[in-house]
Every structure is written in C-alpha cells, then in structure tokens.
C-alpha cells in the first residue's frame, strides 16, 4: 500500500482528526482558515474549532481573481495560469498560518479546500440547451498539497453535480450532522456574497432538510461600494442608513426571476450584480436617485429577500407556528441595519441569533462545513449523505490530492 494511503487509513481510523477546512467566498475578500478537530461522522460529528482566522487578500490577488471572476468571456491562457498560481498562494498562506499558530504540517490530518468559484452556471442560469448543471472553482489542489505537505481534499461541488444536484448550496450536509436538533426548529442562514438557508426542522430526517440559495447577500452592495465609494463594504450599513429606500426600484429588483424560483435554487454573482441593478433601475425609471439611496434599497433588497424566504418555508412545513431559531453565519450577519431590517420583517415566531449560539463562529461556519464533508470522505458511511430530494444516490464529495 502506498504510504499516503496508509497515512489516509490511520487518519480515518482516529477518534478524532485534525482538518483544516478553507473557504475562499465570493465577496473576494480573503481566505478563511478554519482548523478543526472533528470526531465521529453523519450525525455524531463533533467539531471544536481549535484556531481561525480570514487571510485578506492583497489588492493585487483581488484583482487577479476579478480578472476572471463570474465572466462568461475570459483570457483562458490567464486562467489556466491563475488556477495553479492561487492554489500555491493559498499553500503558503497555509504554511504561514501554521507557523504563527505553531502547529506542525504533519500533525494536520487532512486539508479540505473549497476553492475560489470563478463561475457557477445552474442549468436554469445558462443558455446552452444540450449541458447540464455546471460549476468552476480553482485553486488548484495539488499544488496546496505539494506547498503545504498535507494530502488535500478539494473540488467537492462536482460530484453533487455528477450525481443530479446543482453543485450548491452543500451546507445541507454539514447543518444537518452538526445543526439539527431534537428540541427546536432551527433554520441556519448563511449572508455571504449570495445568501442561503437551511430549515432544519425539530428531530428532522435528512430528507426534511431544505437547502438552498435565496438570492444576494451583499454581493450587489459590495459591487455598488467598490464603484462608487471605492471601499471594499458598507461597513455596519452605514452608507444604507444614510439613505431613503425607493420603493419603485426595491419592487423592481424583488420581480428578479430568480427571486420568485421554488427553493431549492442556487445561483451566484452571474446573476446577482450591477446589471442586474441597472435593469433594475432603468425598468423602474430610477436612474437619478442618490448613491446613499440606491444603498438604502439595495440593503433593504437583501433584508426583503431573506426575510420573504424564511417566511415562505411556513409554507412547506406543517408546524411552523411554533418558534424557530435563526442562526445567522457570513459577513453579512455584522451589517447592523440589514440584521435589523431582517428582524423587523420577521414574526415573533422567529428569533433571530447569531450561530455563535451553536459554538461555530459567523465568520467561520463556511470553512468548518468544508472540513466537515472532507470528514464525511473519510470516515463517513456513504449512506449519510443521501435523501437530497433530486438526488438518491450516496455520494462522498472531493477528490484527494496527495503532497507528493
Ligand atoms: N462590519 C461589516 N459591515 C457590513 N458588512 C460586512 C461587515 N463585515 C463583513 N461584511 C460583509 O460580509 C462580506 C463577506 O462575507 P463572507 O466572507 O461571509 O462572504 P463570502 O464567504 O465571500 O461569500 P459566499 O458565502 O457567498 O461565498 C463582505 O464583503 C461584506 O459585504
Ligand atoms: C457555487 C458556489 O461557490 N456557491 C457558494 C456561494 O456562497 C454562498 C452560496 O453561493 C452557496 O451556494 C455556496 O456556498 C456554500 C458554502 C454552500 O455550498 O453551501
């Protein structure tokens, strides 16, 4: 037996195992590292989050990425040359992090590298009849592999894909094993770059479980801030405050098609951008309006969005006038004005946390899933993952890059 499987064998017949899982999102921000300590599978995972931190990108990674990033029109020379380039920076930057947290490359179990998505493309979301379901993340893994010395998991979307699903959301796998609970309905929301969801109802069933993506986050607001203030985010929603919601420009932005799709969906930055709020704006006849305006509408876009799906699943789900609890995870949990915009559209039969509440950080839920399904390839039966509604089959997610 060769020695990285064997080394694969011992990991997976631990009682517990050191993964670290990384998450590059679409905001472009940086690189979260999450090191997990993770026992058991399915159901009995268990996770302490030992260390994490976010990497920020350098502007000129930012801008590498934004080179190819969510564009149906790409150099492909540069392309092929950023795939390999990113996975050795986000190697060392690994190797860096170790350093500082003075942990050894070879006490590290496994890596589980989600990759940059550089295109998502849903059949429902592209214009070529004869294909599929299609999805691009890069960051080459073997060259993570080689840089750091840690046999490396990666590129876990294609598989759902193969097997019948979208290829995201996946959060379903890891809220499930980890979130669900036997006392209290839960519903987990995630506001990264595009905002998703999973209701998880009490002493849920796999099968119970909704996954899915609801439309922007803070994707638009992050693209409108970088236009036209040049910062990166509207930090606490403070441009949004200053502003006045135009109620003709938010309908026009809620009759996006994407918005009215039957969940689950998924979707991603291809739809979700300033086009789409210049469509926006000319179909409402809004092009005049202020910047601090156009903010205010498009933070309250986003609240209404959340807000409307999480009420729509009342309609999927039988008991829902008893309380549910919802955690909140991503960037988007620490804009104030849009967490008290969501809260006021909510009913009282919702109380909103964040999901620190459940011992996962905000910033760190993504990364931790990710270490999470990296598990679940290890030592997970491939019986856990199954009962997704379009998709019966089992599947273990990631394909295994070994250092050498
Ligand atoms: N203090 C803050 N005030 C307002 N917004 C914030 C703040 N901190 C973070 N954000 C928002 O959160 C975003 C980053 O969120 P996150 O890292 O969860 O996104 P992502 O993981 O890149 O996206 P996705 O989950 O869609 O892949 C920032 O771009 C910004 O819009
Ligand atoms: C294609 C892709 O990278 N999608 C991401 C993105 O970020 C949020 C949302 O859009 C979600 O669908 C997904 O990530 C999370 C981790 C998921 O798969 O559950």
């Not at 135009?246 to 291809?270: C, V, Y």
Request: with cysteine; proline share 2%.
């Amino acid at each position: 037996m060769h020695n990285h499987i064997k080394r694969l064998v011992e990991s997976a017949e631990k009682e517990s195992r050191l993964i670290i899982g990384l998450m590059s999102g679409t905001s472009l921000d940086g690189l979260d590292i999450a090191l997990c300590d993770i026992r058991g599978c399915g159901t009995t995972t268990q996770v302490k989050v030992l260390q994490f931190t976010t990497c920020e990108y350098p502007e000129h990674v930012k801008e590498k990425v934004r080179q190819v990033f969510a564009k149906s029109l790409v150099d492909l020379e540069y392309l092929t040359l950023l795939n390999g380039w990113l996975g050795n920076y986000h190697g060392q930057l690994i190797v860096d992090t170790l350093a500082y947290w003075g942990i050894a490359n070879h006490d590290i179990d496994v890596i589980a590298s989600h990759g940059q998505t550089i295109y998502h493309c849903p059949a429902h979301q592209h214009k070529y009849s004869e294909f599929g379901n299609g999805t691009l993340q890069i960051a080459d893994a073997d060259h993570i592999a080689v840089a750091t010395h840690i046999t490396t998991l990666s590129d876990f979307r294609q598989k759902h894909i193969a097997a019948g699903g979208e290829g995201a959301p996946l959060a379903h796998y890891g809220d499930y094993y980890y979130f669900s609970s036997k006392k209290e309905h839960r519903l987990l929301l995630n506001i990264g770059g595009i905002a998703n969801l999973t209701w998880l109802p009490k002493n849920c069933a796999f099968s119970d479980v909704l996954c899915s993506d609801i439309g922007a986050g803070n994707t638009i607001m992050d693209a409108y801030m970088q236009r036209h203030f040049q910062v990166m985010y509207d930090q606490n929603g403070e441009v949004a405050k200053s502003g006045k919601v135009n109620q003709a420009l938010l309908d026009s932005l809620m009759a996006a098609t994407f918005i009215k799709r039957e969940m689950p969906k998924t979707t991603g930055p291809e739809v979700f951008n300033l086009a789409l709020l210049s469509q926006a704006q000319t179909n409402s006849n809004t092009d005049h309006l202020s910047h601090n305006d156009v903010m205010a509408t498009l933070n309250m876009f986003s609240a209404k969005v959340i807000a409307e799906h999480i009420t729509l699943l009342s309609s999927y789900v039988t008991q829902v006038n008893e309380p549910v609890n919802v955690y909140v995870s991503g960037g988007g949990y620490h804009n104030t004005l849009l967490m008290e915009k969501v809260r006021a559209q909510l009913s009282s039969d919702y109380n909103v946390l964040s999901s620190q509440a459940l011992g996962i950080s905000p910033d760190a839920k993504e990364a931790v899933l990710f270490a999470m399904l990296a598990n679940e390839t290890l030592v997970g039966e491939s019986t856990s993952v199954k009962g997704e509604s379009k998709q019966s089959q089992p599947i273990t997610m990631g394909k295994i890059s070994f250092p050498d």
